[in-house]
């Protein structure tokens, strides 16, 4: 790190808000001066009467080492010999009132004593020797927008503890918790916020030092070393920053210098009542410079990638949880924070200057618009936005009985209508599994058994949708209690117990599989990564669409939110021929009830979901696979084995030898023609009538996703129309089940006094 010679050009910097090195001019630095080895402090502090340092070294005596004030009248400054890193130091500031001496930590310096002591500690920055040049050359060449964005999000004081419940250390964590992401296959980290804060229940989002990593785990060098170990391994970290709000505690910032100075003179903007925090002045061009200067440090001085901003609709709206009367509107009558807007404009495009392959993540919960746009393009700035409107929908709905699914569809859609305006974020993150919310497991309905197998479905469903992926630790392995910042997560579990164990390894399986397919990650953000093929089937709660890469490649979603087993269902697909399972969440070595498709799927020349081509498909039970395209078959069609075994057992001697004749033409399928009215009828299996296959009639039926068994079908004069009825292999030779929605009451009663007379 440079040292500022606190020349005029930078103090005019810093007032202008402009300074983004402003950490090389304020705080405490270590150099020489006359000759003599000591420490230069610094400090803004424009209403003070007076200001000193004090600490050990002068046993805090007020009196001892006054500061004085530079040429901008607002800016102290004070070099004292002998003192080195390691100091123990507070600013003395006598307000204008006079009055006692506010004892406050250095707003920049970059070292903290250790919870619950307050006062700042000189360190120097310039000692650790980085080994990561690899990792950063490798961003430069690989724009984030088209890589795999996977991360893991990690509160490091509860993410695993010693065998006495102390925390590991920043060094212990580069060892134990680099390794096990890397083993996971998420390819980046993010950090709840790291910045000095008083209070472990705040969980680092109210802070008193923006510019000091917290000493609960160690050092800044033993904090550079988890990074570096992180980006030695190709693991990304990313850190929640705070720029909306700070705590109210005396040695922070709020009325730094006996009057409001980090804060607004407004305090009905100033106070934050809902958080028991206070908001910064964005208009104050010093507090700009102290903010955009935190962001740089960070990537700078720790080489963070990036940094998701918390509560950015918290920056963004003057009425942002308030009343109304406790909120004045800007110039124009409007809601918007219009210095807020300006500052985040300022923000990510210094950032951006800089850093151009930096991580700017908005956690930004309303609808406005453009927020991952560049500024020239009228955007805010960021590169990327959490989806919050996907969370609380897909959230509700994973809640709900699996009964009760259907009337609640369109939270499961939905977010397609707007997936592609933002570059999104698909967060499951700390704030749903605490203050009551339940763990992400916990969510599920229905037993241990119908928990899991949800869970498996859900994360299948969230890995192929559009967007980046997040996910707070725990959920890997299916954690039942909630989060707890003051206890390790429960390891035990996956040690003592197979579903947990299974859950694991079901994450670590799926995690890889998104790395390993461009499919699911290169083209994010537009229609070209994905097409639906079927998001109307409410009745079912079955879903399926494709995501596919820049070449063409694809990979097909199934998912299916009930517990029952879908046999012989179709989807249409983009290509003729061969496809095959890839990925199944109902898989055995996951837990699950192990309905696989494993075998070759060959298409059908049956048009279905406008599409020319089709497939049939065993959707298991709360359950999500994935499908392959392998090429074009060769040769005619013909079912696998094992089909062809469920079609024989199914029916008679006489129908499965008729069935085994034509196998390899018709899939095991009879014309209705050829199915002759006996004592004991065949049953339906994997496959369906085509309409085409009924004997001719003066009127066909019409049939839609499911369809008649032949015996079923009578010549009529007039016959109904078919809907979504399916047919199972379990179906038995008495049973009829049709569901037709459409028939007139008069024909529905004929049709069902047909089939039964015809079972009879």
Not at 135 to 156: A, G, Q
Not at 161 to 172: A, K
Not at 489 to 511: G, I, P
Request: glycine share 8%.
């Amino acid at each position: 790190m440079n040292t500022s010679e606190l020349s005029e050009f930078d103090l005019f910097l810093f007032h202008q808000g402009t300074n983004y090195r402003a950490y090389e001019m304020l705080g405490a630095h270590i150099m020489t001066q006359n000759g003599k080895q000591g420490v230069r402090f610094t400090v803004w502090a424009p209403h003070a009467k007076e200001v000193s340092v004090v600490g050990d070294f002068n046993n805090w005596d007020t009196r001892v080492n006054k500061m004085s004030k530079l040429g901008d009248g607002e800016i102290w400054n004070l070099f004292i010999p002998g003192l080195g890193a390691g100091t123990v130091y507070k600013y003395a500031i006598l307000p204008q009132h006079e009055g006692p001496h506010i004892m406050k930590a250095d707003p920049y310096g970059f070292y903290a004593e250790k919870k619950p002591e307050t006062a700042s500690i000189v360190y120097d920055l310039n000692n650790y020797k980085w080994q990561d040049k690899k990792w950063i050359k490798f961003k430069e060449d690989n724009p984030s927008y088209s890589r795999p964005m996977l991360t893991y999000e990690v509160h490091l004081g509860s993410w695993r503890r010693t065998l006495e419940g102390d925390y590991l250390s920043y060094r212990e964590m580069a060892d134990q918790l680099v390794d096990y992401v890397k083993s996971m296959n998420y390819t980046h980290m993010e950090f709840m916020p790291l910045c000095e804060h008083p209070f472990d229940g705040s969980w680092g989002y109210q802070a008193t030092g923006y510019y000091a990593v917290t000493s609960r785990y160690g050092t800044p060098d033993d904090f550079c070393y988890l990074v570096d170990k992180a980006h030695q391994a190709g693991i990304g970290i990313i850190m929640d920053w705070v720029p909306g709000h700070f705590c109210k505690d005396n040695q922070g910032l709020r009325d730094f210098d006996g009057q409001n100075l980090y804060e607004s003179d407004n305090i009905q903007r100033a106070d934050n009542a809902g958080w028991g925090t206070i908001n910064f002045d964005y208009g104050r061009t010093e507090v700009q410079s102290f903010l955009i200067s935190n962001a740089l440090f960070w990537m700078e001085q720790y080489h963070i990638d990036g940094l998701r901003i918390d509560a950015v609709a918290n920056m963004l709206y003057l009425n942002y949880g308030r009343q109304d009367g406790d909120w004045v509107p800007n110039k124009y009558g409007g809601d918007g924070n219009l210095e807020a807007i300006d500052f985040l404009h300022k923000l990510n495009e210094a950032v951006f200057k800089f850093y151009p392959q930096a991580l700017m993540i908005a956690e930004e919960s309303t609808s406005w618009p453009n927020v991952s746009k560049p500024t020239y393009m009228g955007g805010m700035g960021f590169n990327y936005k959490w989806n919050m409107g996907w969370m609380n929908d897909i959230l509700r709905y994973i809640s709900l009985d699996p009964i009760y699914r259907k009337w609640h569809h369109d939270k499961l859609t939905f977010s397609l209508m707007y997936a592609f305006n933002e570059n999104f974020v698909l967060p499951l993150s700390h704030d749903e599994v605490v203050h009551g919310k339940c763990s992400l497991i916990s969510k599920m309905p229905g037993d241990y058994w119908q928990k899991f197998a949800g869970l498996r479905a859900f994360f299948g469903y969230w890995m192929a949708h559009p967007g980046k992926k997040l996910l707070f630790m725990g959920g890997e392995f299916g954690q039942f209690i909630e989060w707890n910042f003051d206890d390790s997560l429960d390891w035990h579990l996956v040690e003592q117990y197979e579903k947990h164990t299974q859950m694991l390894e079901y994450s670590r399986a799926l995690n890889k599989f998104y790395v390993d397919h461009k499919a699911f990650w290169q083209v994010d953000f537009d229609w070209n990564g994905f097409e639906w093929i079927d998001c109307e089937n409410a009745d079912d709660s079955v879903v399926s669409f494709i995501r596919k890469d820049e070449d063409g490649d694809f990979i097909i979603a199934i998912c299916n939110f009930t517990p029952e087993v879908r046999q012989g269902y179709r989807f249409g697909v983009p290509k003729a021929g061969v496809y095959r399972e890839v990925f199944n969440s109902d898989a055995g070595e996951f837990g699950g009830s192990n309905v696989l498709n494993d075998y070759d799927i060959e298409t059908e020349e049956m048009t279905w979901q406008n599409r020319q081509h089709s497939i049939l498909v065993t959707v298991p039970p709360l359950a999500t696979i994935y499908l392959e395209y392998k090429g074009e078959k060769e040769g005619e069609s013909s079912p696998s084995s094992k089909v062809i075994k469920k079609v024989v057992a199914a029916k008679t001697k006489k129908t499965a030898d008729k069935a085994e004749a034509k196998s390899t033409t018709t899939r095991g399928r009879k014309k209705a023609s050829e199915v002759k009215e006996t004592e004991e009828k065949p049953k339906t299996t994997r496959g369906r009538k085509k309409a085409s296959e009924v004997k001719e009639t003066e009127e066909k039926p019409k049939t839609t996703r499911g369809r008649k068994k032949a015996s079923e079908v009578k010549e009529t004069e007039e016959k109904p129309k078919a809907t979504r009825t399916r047919k199972t292999a379990t179906t038995t030779k008495t049973t009829t089940k049709t569901n037709t929605a459409k028939a007139a009451t008069k024909s529905k009663t004929t049709r069902t006094n047909r089939a039964k007379k015809a079972a009879e």
